[in-house]
């Protein structure tokens, strides 16, 4: 904001104390201030502008701008312009960038407008009091008697519609994976349950013995499959025990048909290290009861399901 | 049908002969409490004409063991305490000048008997525990320009002590490889050792061992376990057994790879069937099984296995190779 000001009241009370202008110095009524802004921090610049019309064939100056020690004005800058003007007349333009100090309101500082011509004998001097003034406000609140810790910034709100159509499209996929774990779940189980990998691969054999396998190679098979199932279906290293390892850890978790079971694996250990040959008849046998025996094992664990500690044994 | 027929002649045959080892067993628990394991284990190898290596701390019976061993086996025993100046000559024997008649005569060391409890063989230098190891693997010593033979059954039961090494000469992995068996010897438990101390208390003197068994019985026992059914897969299992040792990885065990320093010798195959066939031969079995493998498997094992920098820094020992070993290869 702008202030400018007409400062004919003060000039003609100077004018009397200074005996009369010569005819060709500036009057009062041709010198005006202007400063701007008219209220400021401490320590910010003010620009003040001073223009003096003048008759052209004068020479023009400002000096004695009250400023620097015992005022609250501290000059940066100057610089001075001079022009013609339409009517003859001349303007002389000085601008000051003043660094303000002190906290209140302050009188815009004075000056002297100096003016001579070469015929005169001496220049004339027209000191100036400008009745404008510019208001220093303080840099922090003056109620403050502590420190305050900076405020964070808070940023904007973030539009939490946004996230909707992101967590619906979120919450299709997670029950989309979910349907699909299961189903995979649900056909690796039925692939691999043991029971009935353990049952197609003995029926394998039945029809084997047919097609001619040698009987003391159906129980080889027989062992393996037996071992493969308990390895499977009581989740431990069947395929790596032999038969009496086997049947302690049957009785350690109490198997129902461990007894049965391990007879089979028994009448396969002759088989395979006793060199027993058995008969086709006697092989096809224990195909058979070892295909019960993997059923009743089966029939037991679903029993006992229903409680859910014994669902990591199955 | 033959082969079956013959397996259970053989099978008979075998509870025939292996009567002593009852006999044998119920002699031996007058004088030894416990230590069962120790003692079947000293009866396979006699049985799979193997020698021993004993571990144990002092005061476990190591030594009455092999004596009330050799006493009831008719067997006759010796015990040499190895020495850091013990030479060779001390243990085979040497050529003793005789004045009288301005001749050499041999003079036979310690190591003829039938059964040689080495104590402390790490306790003598290099050269004499080559010496015994010579005479194990032999079966014979030269004395001068003659050679011996040494007694039949021939056995050594050398001891170790695992918790002193100040002043030991640690033997060599080829010669550790000369014993079948490298047998732990265990605390025994609570109530054994209350006995043991009940019986030891005693004033009176102890009972004299006699003797229950004939060295005949032994050998005729030892012709029953040559001929024990070892089929082709059981040997496959135990070749399997030995051949993790050296390439753990190929049968899953990467991570042993870098644990083993070196495995098990085609020496460790040999005495895994002979003492699987002897296993079988104390069941009264005319064929052996896996089980017979797993039932000895540590024992001759565990002493052909190094364990690597790693492994040592992490205090892992052969025995956990081992277990890892049997838990990854796949019983036939």
Known sequence: MSARCNIRAVAALLLVIAGGPASAAPVPGDVTVSAEPDSLFAGERLHYVITVRHDRRDSVSVASLKTGQGTPFEITGTKSFLKTLPDGRAEFRMDAEIAVFGLGQHQLPGFTVVSGRASVAGPERLAITPAESVTVLSMSDSTVTELRPIAPLVSAPFPAWLLAPVLVALAVLGLAGFLVARLVTALRRHLDDPVRAARQKLRAIRRQLSKGLVPADGYESLSNILREFLQKRYRFGAMEMVTQEIAEELAARNVNVRQELIELLDQADLVKFADRRPSIEECRRSLRVAEVLVATAAEAEIAEEPTEGDEGRG | ?332
């Not at chain 2, 020496?267 to 017979?292: G, V, W």
């Open chain 2, 1 to 332: 049908m033959k082969q079956e027929t013959e397996l259970e002649t053989l099978g008979r045959q075998i509870v025939e002969e292996s009567a002593f080892i009852d006999r044998a067993r119920q002699v031996l628990s007058t004088t030894i409490i416990g230590q069962t394991a120790v003692i079947d284990k000293v009866m396979i190898a006699l049985l799979a004409n193997g020698h021993l290596l004993l571990e144990g701390v002092p005061g476990l019976a190591k030594t009455l063991i092999v004596r009330t061993f050799a006493s009831a086996m008719n067997l006759s025993f010796h015990r040499i305490q190895f020495t850091p100046d013990m030479l060779p000559a001390d243990l085979i024997g040497t050529m003793i000048y005789n004045p009288k008649t301005m001749e050499f005569h041999p003079r036979r060391g310690p190591v003829f008997a039938n059964v040689i409890l080495a104590d402390e063989i790490n306790r003598s230098p290099a050269k004499v525990q080559s010496a015994l190891l010579e005479a194990m693997q032999e079966k014979q010593v030269t004395i001068g320009d003659v050679t011996y033979p040494l007694g039949e059954p021939f056995m050594v039961l050398a001891t170790q002590n695992p918790v002193e090494h100040e002043g030991t000469y640690m033997l060599p992995e080829a010669q550790l490889d000369r014993f079948m068996m490298k047998i732990i010897v265990e605390y025994p438990t609570f109530e054994e050792e209350l006995e043991v101390m009940q019986r030891a208390s005693a004033v009176q003197a102890p009972i004299e061992m006699r003797a229950v068994v004939q060295p005949e019985e032994v050998f005729r026992s030892r012709s029953l376990v040559d001929r024990i059914y070892v089929d082709q897969r059981v040997q496959r299992y135990i070749v399997d057994l030995v051949t993790a040792t050296r390439s753990p990885e190929r049968y899953g065990l990467g991570n042993l790879s870098t644990m083993i320093e070196y495995g098990a010798s085609p020496r460790a195959s040999i005495f895994l069937l002979l003492a699987s066939k002897a296993h079988a031969f104390l069941q009264r079995r005319a064929y052996a099984t896996p089980e017979d493998v797993k039932s000895i498997v540590y024992e001759v094992l565990r002493h052909r296995v190094r364990p690597s920098y790693e492994a040592e820094a992490e205090n892992m020992k052969p025995e956990e190779f081992i277990r890892s070993i049997l838990e990854h290869v796949q019983v036939p």
